[in-house]
């Protein structure tokens, strides 16, 4: 728990947008210790960002030998390791002559495809679905569904629908000649993890198809073996125009990136960015796809557990993103797991596991044994 002074610290030099109330000095694999030195289980890996656990030694060796060797340069010049990043990414992807453009954040992935949809098909609407997340910044703030996080900032730039997710005929209601592209997510995350039901995927696919739009798939959060494929869309039997991607793409190195199918790019000047794409974020990202190649293979079998230890209470699960819709038992619950050692987060009236994919199963099952407790008490 975090000592007096120092939150009063942050009380005073800090926005107070964020609720918290924790200090978490170290980390490794998925564990996590406070500045008393108590031990988590640490089920919330940085909102699914520390895909390869925290620390990974392959992937702090290849930050720390990278930062000898040049930390910044720009995208005035080659960087080393971007285009053997993209390339490993295209393939990983599936999308036959993608192409990769880098950036910062989630949201600045989510900015970089809606520019892109809006300046090649030179359309203007956008579709969504109810309760979506795809980020914060004005752009991606148009197509999130969440009341909250879009009033106080209206107008916003981009017109959107909402449509249910999962509302094959909703979507075609919407749907016209003006829609530059249509964004989801292969299972919504900030929701509380509802996977897409069976074919709406492909559903979708054909509706974009037909109409001319671009299908947006968002694989911020599910990206990166997170639901058990490469990327959460490959679950399906489809092929996205471009898949935006972040989280876990560098284990907690800030990074995110877009691919976009062959003959979908950006033309010299359209977009752009400083930090993009940086050998710091390239290195670690090499490292944690070289730890993830690894480990890929075992995902849905490690999800598989959570939701069987947790089968009396009627589990969501894809691969390692584990939701359970609790209402306001949530804080509560959260409150209990945090108190006997295990992290867990509370979304939306759901309880949300998104553990490091390197998470053991002796750990899942603990984690498992605090959380039933909380649940049955
Ligand atoms: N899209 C999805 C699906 C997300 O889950 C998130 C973050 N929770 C974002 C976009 C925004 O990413 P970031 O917070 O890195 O801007």
């Not at 990983?92 to 993608?98: C, D, L, M, P, Y």
């Not at 876990?248 to 000047?269: D, K, N, Q, T, Y």
């Amino acid at each position: 728990m975090v000592q007096d002074e120092y939150r009063d610290m942050c009380e005073t030099y800090l926005m107070r947008n964020f609720g918290r109330h924790m200090l978490i000095t170290h980390g490794k694999g998925a564990r996590v210790w406070d500045d008393e030195g108590n031990e988590y289980i640490d089920c919330v890996a940085g909102i699914a960002v520390c895909s390869t656990g925290h620390c990974h030694p392959k992937v702090s060796e290849a930050i720390c030998r990278q930062a000898k060797e040049l930390i910044h340069i720009s995208n005035l010049f080659y960087i080393p390791g971007q285009a053997e990043l993209a390339k490993r990414i295209v393939e990983k992807s599936g999308i036959k002559g993608g192409r990769v453009f880098f950036s910062n954040s989630g949201s600045e992935a989510v900015e970089a495809a809606v520019k892109l949809a809006r300046v090649r098909t030179g359309k203007k609407r956008f579709i969504a679905f109810k309760s979506g997340f795809h980020g914060r910044t004005f752009g991606a703030l148009s197509l999130t569904h969440k009341e909250d996080y879009r009033l106080p900032f209206t107008p916003l730039p981009y017109d959107c629908s909402f449509v249910e997710y999962g509302d094959i005929e909703g979507l075609k209601a919407v749907m016209d000649d003006t829609v530059a592209g249509v964004i989801l997510e292969p299972v919504q995350g900030e929701a509380g993890v509802f996977p897409a039901p069976d074919g709406f995927l492909e559903a979708v696919r054909s509706v974009c198809t037909e109409n001319d739009a671009l299908m947006i798939i968002d694989e911020v959060q599910t990206g990166f073996g997170r639901t058990g494929t490469w990327f959460g869309f490959q679950h399906a039997d489809i092929e996205p125009d471009i898949i935006t991607m972040a989280k876990g793409i560098g284990s907690g190195f800030p990074m995110g990136a877009i691919v976009a199918r062959e003959g979908l790019e950006f033309l010299p000047g359209e977009h752009g960015g400083t930090f993009n794409g940086g050998p710091l974020a390239c290195a670690a990202s090499h490292a944690t796809l070289d730890v993830l190649e690894e480990i890929i293979g075992d995902i849905e079998r490690k999800g598989q557990r959570f939701r069987d230890g947790l089968a009396a209470h009627h589990p969501r699960q894809r691969g390692l993103m584990i939701g359970v819709t609790l209402g306001d038992r949530c804080a509560p619950v959260k409150d209990y797991c945090e108190e006997h050692g295990v992290l867990v987060n509370c979304t939306s009236g759901n309880l949300r596991l998104i553990p490091p994919l390197v998470i053991t199963d002796e750990e899942i099952d603990q984690a498992v044994r605090v959380i039933n407790e909380a649940l049955d008490s």
